[in-house]
């Protein structure tokens, strides 16, 4: 896992900056802490920092291939699954190697592809490849956008990079947030529009889109879609065709020439995949895995059970472990450690998050990258095989917006009034809501029952999923630490999209099917445990923490928070513990603390990147 940046510039020749493209890639070296690497000519520059997993001798980037008398030059960020089949296929036609780098696989492939190279990767990727000859840029994001890739225009410079940090270090580009960037913060935030940032003028580069831009043309294309088409398999095959996909997914994930493990919280998800690695490991190595889990101090005396808490993950954990004989460690955190490392989580997004659910995150991975490199974790299940509350509660499936995120009025009533006046979150949020929407494909054999669920799994899989990817991707690569996502194989979401509801939520449950289909391959107790998220943490001191903290800041009348958000409102929060904020703010977890831990955020981003804000 690595950083990339790079420009492009056609009109003037940029052979000679040095200094701009280093400091560029220097705000990269967390995602990449081994080695960096420079590449310049007269109108393409690129950077990398690398985070080294693969062919640690051989895969150094920016990587050149010569044939033909054309240059072909990589950055690339990522890990392709299927680098074994793509090689042997070039192989065939002729081509050689130098090492077992799946970088050297992929530049290969795209000279023997083209620009329909993604359409053969199975993979994690953001990637550039600059044509020498024909003074050509090709850049690609993975199917589900794990792996981060930015852009912009300014001045005929095109600017690319793996966070906007980078971006925001060119001179060329003005750091300003409009209403569009406010709107995307507080109407949809922390997740996202894709395509979308808080920054006026940088883009995201949408997952399953490549660009080709050259000196006539720039365009961007869509490579891959989930289609919908009937499910002829029977409930049995269709139990063994996932257990066959999950169980391929996994293992190709678990090729690392660094020390790699497994997330385990005790749940259905990250069981399976600790599981199926555990016993990989045994068979192919005869080793034990590494697993490795989250706490929080004093977390079972202060632990509150609710619907979407129903009981806390330790029980399980140690059930898990003592199942697989795994290499355990269990990495407990305190309060203070989570305030303290909310600043760095902001720094990490670019943008303010998901307050100490992403700075917990941040501080387990910094743990445990200090006994392995590489992690499997079981995000995007819940997604895919309806793992989620909202796909059960009428409320939610009845609300007319994304059900992750229903405190609206709430959220225009956050906004500075001067502001609100300009802005309508709501409207913003109907817009955004209805477009996703339009792109949902039905069949004409869909009940009312499976219409109304296939919306549900689509908002989710390419608006809430989207945010905790970019979580994870961020929280562990600030930590140059890789964690991979097996239930995002896009092979897999495939295959469940198109599943009726009626057997996806067999028996009436939350990921019914994969329960079903794991009975007899866990623990019985695992697998009708009820789905419990990741665990924030229940401890009163971080309560009263984040409040002194606001309150601290709203003392301050130069706040630059003061001028964007509503001062009354904040106030009303604080003296209520967050209850004034009647629902959550985003999910399951963000509730009183978290909504103040995230205004916290609010105010350390804006004093920290000072956007110029225009309304």
């Not at 053969?120 to 690609?140: H, S, V």
Request: proline content about 4%; glycine content about 6%; hydrophobic content about 35%.
């Amino acid at each position: 896992m690595c950083g990339i940046v790079g420009i492009v510039n056609y009109r003037e020749d940029i052979s000679n900056q040095f200094s701009l493209l280093r400091n560029m890639t220097k705000t990269l070296s967390k995602r990449g802490p081994d080695e960096d690497g420079l590449y310049f000519s007269r109108h393409a520059n690129l950077g990398h920092r690398r985070l080294s997993i693969i062919d640690i001798s051989n895969g150094k980037q920016p990587m050149s291939c010569k044939i033909d008398e054309v240059t072909y030059t990589i950055v690339y960020n990522g890990q392709i699954y299927n680098t074994e089949e793509i090689r042997n296929v070039l192989k065939d036609n002729g081509f050689k190697f130098k090492g077992h780098s799946d970088t050297e696989v992929l530049l290969k492939a795209y000279i023997f592809y083209g620009k329909d190279v993604c359409r053969y990767l199975n993979g994690i990727f953001a990637f550039a490849i600059w044509n020498d000859k024909k003074g050509e840029l090709f850049i690609a994001r993975d199917h589900f956008g794990i792996k981060p890739l930015y852009y912009a225009f300014s001045k005929e410079n095109f600017i690319f990079a793996s966070e906007v940090k980078a971006i925001l270090e060119h001179p060329c580009i003005d750091n300003i947030v409009d209403r569009t960037g406010i709107s995307e913060l507080f109407g949809i935030g922390p997740s996202h529009t894709q395509g979308r940032t808080p920054f006026k003028g940088i883009e995201e580069l949408e997952p399953a889109h490549y660009i080709v831009y050259n000196k006539d043309s720039f365009t961007k294309n869509e490579y891959w879609k989930l289609e919908t088409k009937p499910h002829l398999d029977s409930l049995e095959a269709t139990c063994e065709k996932l257990r066959y996909l999950i169980k391929d997914s996994i293992e190709k994930q678990l090729v690392s020439d660094v020390p790699i493990g497994t997330l385990l919280s005790g749940g259905l998800d990250s069981s399976i995949i600790s599981k199926y690695a555990s016993d990989y490991y045994k068979e192919k190595y005869g080793e034990k895995l590494n697993t490795f889990s989250v706490d929080y101090v004093d977390q079972d005396k202060n632990f509150v059970k609710n619907d979407f808490q129903p009981n806390s993950d330790n029980y399980y954990i140690d059930l898990m472990v003592k199942e697989l004989d795994t290499n355990h460690t269990k990495i407990i955190l305190d309060t203070p450690e989570l305030f303290k490392y909310l600043e760095d989580a902001v720094i990490a997004r670019d943008f303010p998050g998901m307050a100490d659910v992403d700075s917990s995150y941040l501080l387990f991975f910094k743990n445990v990258k200090k006994d392995i490199t590489v992690a499997l974790s079981g995000e995007c299940s819940d997604e895919i095989f309806a793992g989620y509350p909202w796909y059960f509660r009428e409320d939610s499936l009845n609300s007319d917006t994304f059900p992750w995120s229903l405190a609206l009025e709430e959220r225009q009533n956050l906004l500075n009034p001067d502001i609100s006046n300009e802005i309508c979150i709501k409207n913003y949020v109907k817009e955004k809501y209805e477009e996703s929407l339009k792109k949902v494909q039905f069949l004409n054999s869909d009940s009312e029952d499976d219409k109304l669920h296939r919306k549900l799994i689509y908002l989710t899989s390419n608006w809430f999923m989207q945010t905790l990817l970019d979580r994870t991707d961020r929280m562990c690569m600030y930590n140059g630490f890789e964690v991979r996502v097996p239930f995002c194989d896009y092979r897999i979401v495939e295959y469940a999209w198109n599943i009726p509801w009626n057997m996806k939520a067999y028996k009436g449950r939350e990921k019914g099917l994969l329960r079903y289909a794991m009975e007899g391959i866990l623990p019985e107790e695992i697998v009708y445990r009820k789905k419990s998220p990741y665990p924030k943490t229940h401890n009163p001191n971080y309560l009263q923490k984040v409040k002194e903290e606001l309150s601290s800041i709203m003392k301050n009348q130069d706040a630059p928070i003061n001028k964007l958000l509503n001062r009354k409102y904040i106030l009303e929060i604080i003296e209520t513990d967050g209850k004034a904020f009647s629902r959550p703010w985003f999910g399951q977890l963000m509730t009183g603390p978290q909504l103040m831990a995230y205004l916290i955020q609010v105010n350390i981003w804006l004093e920290r990147y000072q956007p110029k804000i225009e309304i």
